[in-house]
């Protein structure tokens, strides 16, 4: 076997610049992005308080033991006022029991005014001061 024998020469291997542009075409391809549409998410108002319980009102009773029931009287219109107007929320007090009773009514926004309205009432049952417990109606995850 010869050493060369089988190979090209260099020569061959080599084009000149002007000889394989007019041999080759260009295709220009045009991509087309295709945009694939999913089903638009859907888009549901948020329950109200008397839907989820199927139409039943929801209660939550706070005790109030005997030596805060005279501030409780006497603080009453600014315990009352909050719960009512801002939360929607029914508010009695339950005198023979000694318990403050809170129930859901059908404009109530969230079921979740039910629980602040209870936690704002406890903390007056610890002592707090209305103003002072009013911020566990204004904000979210204040626990007493």
């Not at 859907?42 to 033991?65: M, R, T, Y």
Request: with cysteine; aromatic share 6%.
């Amino acid at each position: 076997m010869q050493p060369n024998e089988g190979a090209t020469s260099m020569k061959d291997c080599i084009k000149q610049p002007n000889e394989g542009a007019a041999s080759m075409d260009v295709e220009k391809v045009v991509s087309e992005v295709k945009r694939i549409s999913f089903a638009s998410k859907p888009n549901f108002q948020p329950l109200k308080a008397h839907e989820i319980s199927d139409g039943q009102a929801q209660f939550q009773k706070v005790s109030v033991p005997p030596h805060r029931h005279t501030p409780l009287k006497k603080a009453w219109m600014e315990i009352y006022t909050p719960i009512y107007e801002q939360m929607k929320i029914d508010v009695c007090m339950n005198l023979k029991a000694r318990k403050v009773e809170l129930k859901t009514r059908s404009d109530t926004p969230d079921i979740i005014n039910l629980q602040k309205c209870a936690d704002f009432v406890h903390a007056l049952m610890l002592g707090f001061d209305a103003i002072n417990a009013a911020a566990l109606l204004r904000m979210d995850e204040l626990y007493v």
